[in-house]
């Protein structure tokens, strides 16, 4: 089965490298429900979240900044890193190296979450 190396970024929890199966399935069920693709920092990545996240309630997870280092969106619920290359019909796996720049700017939880809040990851 063919899989995916993306980073894998829950609300309240560290980032981490993951594979998961290469299917549009496993995307929607990490993010818990319809996803919804964002272009971060790079034309070769994209960031899916739940399409819904905001409106459903779910745990506010990572920033989102502009070029000058201000705070302008905020990605609620699991959100996925994963590789976006313009010339690919599909998704695709993240690089080492884009896994690591991942890592290292999304590790750490911006936002605390309450353990007890049952919409807390998803």
Avoid: Q
Wanted: overall charge negative.
């Amino acid at each position: 089965m063919k899989t995916w190396k993306v980073v894998v970024a829950e609300p309240g929890k560290k980032a981490e490298i993951r594979e998961i199966p290469a299917t549009y399935k496993a995307l929607a069920d990490l993010v818990g429900g319809p996803i919804e693709v964002t272009d971060p920092i790079s034309d070769d990545t994209a960031v899916i979240c739940n399409e819904v996240g905001k409106l459903i309630g779910l745990a506010p997870n990572r920033g989102m900044y502009s070029s000058d280092g201000k705070l302008h969106d905020v990605y609620f619920g699991t959100i996925v890193f994963i590789g976006a290359r313009p010339d690919d019909e599909d998704f695709s796996s993240l690089t080492n190296m884009e896994a690591a720049l991942y890592l290292m700017l999304y590790g750490d939880p911006e936002f605390s979450v309450s353990e007890e809040d049952p919409k807390n990851g998803r």
